[in-house]
Each structure stands twice: as C-alpha cells, then as structure tokens.
C-alpha cells in the first residue's frame, strides 16, 4: 500500500501537468534501452480480437454499440484519442465482466513492452481498468503469463485523463499477445502497441500458464458460508407511506419465511435458515446509508439502523419468536436460525460522524478533507465500533433461537472511485470481524468493480447479482453469464425477485429463470445461496389466493428443498447445449467440490 501511494503520488503530479504518460514503475531502463536497437510497433495494422469471455449480453451490448470498434482496426491503427470521450478514436467497452484482446504478429519476433493506452473520466463513467493481465505464446497453444500491471494513476483523478498501461522488459521471442482487462462500468481504450525488433534476439520462451481451474460455488452449510445455505435478505427502515411500518418485520411476517406454510398459513416444514438484515438506504431526514445518494449518514444513524434491528417485537426479537414457535411445532429440532448483520458503508464525504472511541473528537472521515491513510483509519474506527456494538446488544438480549454466524459488506461494489484504499477498509473490517469470530459476507451487483478480487479483499463468501430482473433487456442468458463467472471465481449466485413478479407474468417468469439456471448450474444444492426480494414479496406470495402468485412461493420452497423440476424445457435445453456440453469440465467440477468439502 505505502508503494502504491508512493506511484500515485508521483504520477499524480504528471497528471495534473497534463498530458500522456509512461506509468511509472514500468517504464523501460534508459541504459538498456540505448544498447538496444531502435523499437518499433510490432501490432501496428495487425488484425486482432478482443472479446468478452461471456455470449454477449443483449441488454450492454448494444449500448456499447455508441462507441464501436470500426472495422475492428482501431486499436492497432496507430491513431490515439484527444481527452474527449467523443472523440472516434475511441473504443468503448461497457461492462459484462472483462474482455480479452488477442493478436497475432504473423511471426515470432522479439517482444520488449506492451502498452495499453486508456482514458478515465470519472463523471461520465469512464474508469482506468485496475490492472491488466499479459501472457505470450510462441505457437498459440503453450502460453507464458507475465503478470498483471496495475494502473499507476489513482482511481479517485477525475479526469479526464490518459494513461498507459505498460508491460515493460519482456525481451522474450513470441508470435502471439493476450491481454485480460476488466471492464468496470466503461472502458475506453484507443491503441494496443507491442514494443520490439523484427528479429530472434530476445530470450526463449518459457511456458508457465496453467488454465486456470473453476474455484466453485461457496458451499452450501460450510463453515465460510457461516453453516447457512439458503438467506434470505430482510431490509428494516423508515417509511414515508402508509402502513409507515411497513418496512419492518413481525413474528407473523417471518412465519412463511421461517417455515414453510400451506395456503392456509399452517406450518409444514422449515424454509431459508438464513437471515440476512440491511438497512433500507434512505432516511426521511435525507440521509443515505449507501455510499453517495443523499446526505452522509453519521453514528446516529448507524445506531438508528441497531436500534430497529434490536426491538422486541420487530426484527431480530420478532424473528426469535417466529423460530421458537416453528420449533415447537415443528418435530426437526436441528433446524439453526443463522443472523447475518450488515455494516453499513462509513461515507467518504462524512466530516463529522461522531466520537467512536471515546476521546471526544468526531472522526472526519472525508477522503478530500484529511487524506486517504487518515480517512482509512478513521473510517475503520467506525466499522470496529459498530461490529462491537452489534456484539455488546446482541449478548444483552440473549435470544433463545438465533445464532450470528455473519456480517455483511453493505456497498455493493468497492468504491475506488470514492477511495482509492477503499479496499484496504473492506479488508481489515473482515480480519475484525472474523477477530470476533463471525464470518464477512459480500453481495456485489452485475460485475461491479472488485467482483473478482473478493477474496483478495478479505470475504469469507461473495454472491454476485445478475440484475436479470431489473435490466429490461436482458436475456435469461445473463442468469447463465453470472452463474459461470461466479463458478469460475468462487462465488454464488444472489436470486432477485420483486412484487411484480406478482402481477406481471413476464417478470414471474424472469425469477424462475432463476431457479431454472439454479438448477441448471447447480447452485441450487450445491452453493450458498441468497434472495433478494422487494421488502416482503414471498410473504405477499405465501398468503396470496391466486394460484399464479402463490406458486412463486411454492417454487422457492422447492428451489430451497434442492427439488424444484425445471419448467421451460426448451429455453434450458438451448442453454445445456450451449453451456453444458463439455462432460468433463463437469466431471473436475464435481471432483473439485469434493475437495472442497473436507
Ligand atoms: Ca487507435
Ligand atoms: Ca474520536
């Protein structure tokens, strides 16, 4: 972290003087460079791809059709873009997880740096890729990996800027290039150049690039998941609208998630064994416990959102209730009631939220005001005294039926852009957390920026949300997109529901594209699962006289029970064939989480 402050400091003064640069730390030698012969752009006019790992996603991609690759040469035509995002030279990627540039030189030839040249321009959304991964092959087959560089400008430059990326000293013969970049809301790139001579001066190449093996689902009931293997998330806040209650939860509003009733509400069996609890993001005084909308939430709303939670008739002494009375009607006593408590996101535009650690002076925990370390610190003196506070009240009402076995990372994606040691605040709030001996949980949206660093970032389990339900253009091949790319990188699935899958049959049968892919990828009993639903839509189901409605509850329940029977065949047939054809890829994936589970 110091280095890195160090290359951000340096760069930074480069930036504001305008301009293009080298990144630092990864220039070349100027003594090598001298002994050398001249280098030149070896990728110049050569043909390449440069490709998401996933079928293109029917909602982003022809958003980023606006800044199209024309006649796919852009990258290698020698042309660079202006600091305007408009300008054509531009090439512009949204989204759907990263893409992979691959080219090929016509011949082996002795490779020196590789350079990728970015904008960022944070209020148009336009943001430096973290890091940038290179590999090299001789043949196309036998690959060497020579790492990832990081971007050397800090996340939070607003811009607009450019910068180069740059493998540098590679000195290696090879015919072809792959680069990894991740694509975190836009990416804009305008030149790929590969620095080197025409010639077999450069060292052999050495292989060393294992394809990398699926990491599989959190597992369902594993003691990194906190024992849970269906949550369900349970939002608690202020309403402005009638019932002004409505956002809280009774003994009788947990009873059908708790339990699973009959349409007569008459229990049958248990139903999620986890609870998830967050706070509704806005407060009626204007603040907003997200991490930019509204005003900056301070310590009394953290402790606004521990008092609801710790009420006697609502939330958490609501929820012990509910467990008690299913126990005792219910005959499997093994059933464990597991809590999972959310920590809300300590703001960077907060200057004043109030004495934590009691020495009389309120923690400023403003990036801009105080600076990255001291706001880092400060705002890790926030997340420890809430996570102790949540102890110091749970241990106070002793509940009979619950169990905390986890916290959870509210923000939804890791807010470089805010602060460039947003992660470090992530990461040390885990270590507390898991000090005090509960388990750190994350549910990132659609391939929101960290997605696939998140155990780098300190999660014990990570679930990434699909958005299929919210995004109107989406095909159910997104549900099928996430679920790879969470197998791939270790984590779940989140599955999204809200009221209008009540009334609206299209959106219904959006959540069963859900449970479809679910059963599909088999997360549906393999992995930890969560569900997100509008405030209290499965409890809306649950009671519901119309069969329609009412089935979504019933699926759900199968879905949970690990026997819930696919629907739309054909849809799931088109997706096996596509997806699922390669056996053996499933058989190491069966082989993998065997390992996993002992
Ligand atoms: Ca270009
Ligand atoms: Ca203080």
């Given amino acids: 972290m110091t280095k890195r402050s160090h290359v951000t400091a340096f760069v930074l003064a480069l930036a504001l003087a305008g301009g293009t640069f080298s990144a630092a730390g990864t220039a070349a030698q100027p003594t090598a460079q001298a002994a050398q012969p001249p280098l030149e752009n070896l990728a110049l ?16 991609g022809p958003m980023e059709d606006a800044h199209a690759d024309e006649g796919g040469r852009q990258l290698t035509d020698g042309v660079f873009g202006g600091l305007a995002f408009s300008d054509k030279a531009y090439v512009g990627k949204l989204w759907q997880g990263y893409r992979t540039f691959k080219l090929d030189l016509g011949k082996p030839m002795t490779i020196q740096d590789i350079k990728v040249s970015v904008l960022q321009d944070v209020a148009n959304g336009i943001y430096f890729p973290e890091e940038i991964a290179y590999s090299i092959s001789e043949n196309g087959k036998a690959w060497r990996y020579l790492g990832e560089v990081k971007s050397a400008l800090p996340t939070t430059e607003k811009g607009p800027v450019k910068q180069t990326i740059a493998k ?34 450069g060292g052999k190449l050495k292989p060393n690039k294992a394809p990398k093996p699926p990491q599989g689902y959190p597992r369902a009931g594993s003691r990194q998941a906190g024992g849970i293997r269906n949550e369900v998330l349970i939002y608690t806040g202020e309403w402005q609208y009638q019932p002004s209650d409505w956002i809280s939860f009774t003994k009788e509003d947990f009873k059908p998630y708790v339990s699973y009733v009959n349409r007569d509400m008459k229990r049958k069996d248990f139903m999620f064994d986890g609870f998830l609890f967050l706070p509704y993001a806005p407060l009626m005084d204007g603040a907003n416990y997200g991490p930019t909308a509204g005003k900056p939430t301070n310590k009394a709303h953290f402790e606004q959102f521990l008092d609801r939670l710790f009420r006697d008739g609502y939330e958490l002494g609501a929820l012990n209730e509910a467990v008690k009375e299913a126990k005792a009607e219910l005959r499997n006593k093994r059933y464990e009631a597991k809590v999972v408590i959310a920590i809300p996101y300590p703001r960077t535009d907060q ?9 009389g002076i309120s923690e400023n925990l403003n990036v801009k005001e105080v600076g990255e370390a001291e706001a880092l610190k400060n705002r890790l003196k926030v997340t420890k005294w809430y996570v102790d506070e949540v102890y110091k009240r749970w241990r106070a009402k002793r509940y009979s039926d619950l169990e905390l076995v986890a916290f959870y ?63 109107a253009n989406a095909g159910p091949d997104r549900v099928s997109t996430i679920a790879q790319a969470a197998y ?45 639903q509008q405030v209290k839509t499965l409890w809306k189901a649950a009671r519901s006289d119309k069969p329609a409605e009412r089935e979504i509850y019933d699926r759900t329940y199968q879905f949970i029970k690990g026997r819930y029977n696919i629907t739309n065949a054909q849809e799931l047939d088109a997706w096996q064939d596509e997806v699922w054809q390669d056996e053996v890829w499933q058989d190491e994936a069966w082989q993998l989480e065997g390992q996993e589970a002992e």
């Avoid at 270790?490 to 959540?511: F, H, K, Q, W």
């Fill in 45 to 60: 006019h050569k043909p390449y791809t440069f490709e998401t790992p996933y079928p293109r996603d029917s909602h982003f």
């Fill in 168 to 201: 540098t000293g590679v000195n290696t013969v090879a015919r072809y290039v792959a680069i990894d970049i991740p694509v975190e809301t836009w990416l804009f790139i305008d030149e790929i150049e590969v620095m080197g001579t025409r010639d077999r001066s």
């Fill in 351 to 359: 200057s004043d939220f109030g004495d934590v650690d009691g020495d």
């Fill in 409 to 471: 990372w509210y923000n939804e994606y890791i807010a470089h852009q805010l602060s460039a040691l947003d992660h470090q605040l992530v990461k040390q709030t885990g270590d507390y957390v898991r000090s005090r001996g509960a388990r750190f949980q994350w549910i990132p949206y659609y391939f929101a920026r960290g997605w696939n660093d998140w155990k780098d970032y300190g999660f014990d389990t990570a679930l990434m949300q699909p958005n299929y339900f919210f995004h």
């Fill in 488 to 532: 791939a990188n270790g984590m779940g699935v989140e599955i999204e529901l809200s009221d209008e899958a009540l009334t609206n049959e299209s959106m219904r049968s959006r959540y069963y594209a859900y449970l479809d892919a679910g059963k599909e990828h088999r997360f549906m009993n393999r992995s930890l699962n969560a569900f997100y």
